[in-house]
């Protein structure tokens, strides 16, 4: 199983911008889709975005054009770009990494399985 660990996050005005990281192990990471989700307080987890391991991607309608996920297969690791942050993003964030590696680009978190620890995000306004 992949292990997953994130870093990044925090407390931010509204506008502002944040990087997530997301560091595997294993060997297969360059063969697997990585997936970002988030869950804010009350509400059920959520679609944010994935690259494929074509580094095709795709994103929920709310974060598209404001988020940016893209990953580096040298250093095991993916990342999440936010940028103009709205309050309505304050969530606690995960990365996932896909249960099979060559899968099709599932933005289901079914289709995931293994999971980062989750980092808080914070928005003000």
């Known amino acids: 199983q992949v292990q997953l660990v994130q870093s990044g996050g925090g407390l931010v005005q509204a506008g502002a911008s944040l990087r997530l990281s997301c560091a595997t192990s294993?060997?297969?990471?360059?063969?697997?889709?990585m997936g970002w989700f988030r869950q804010a307080p009350g509400k059920e987890r959520e679609f944010v975005g994935l690259?494929?391991?074509?580094?095709?991607?795709r994103y929920a309608d709310s974060v598209k054009g404001r988020f940016t996920i893209s990953r580096d297969n040298r250093k095991n690791t993916v990342y999440l770009q936010m940028s103009s942050l709205k309050p309505e993003d304050t969530a606690v964030y995960y990365c996932?990494?896909?249960?099979?590696?060559?899968?099709?680009?599932?933005?289901?978190?079914?289709?995931?399985?293994?999971w980062g620890q989750g980092t808080q995000v914070t928005i003000s306004s």
């Open positions: 690259i494929s391991w074509t580094d095709n991607t």
């Open positions: 294993g060997r297969t990471f360059s063969s697997r889709t």
């Open positions: 996932a990494a896909a249960k099979s590696v060559y899968s099709s680009s599932s933005s289901s978190d079914a289709d995931f399985g293994s």
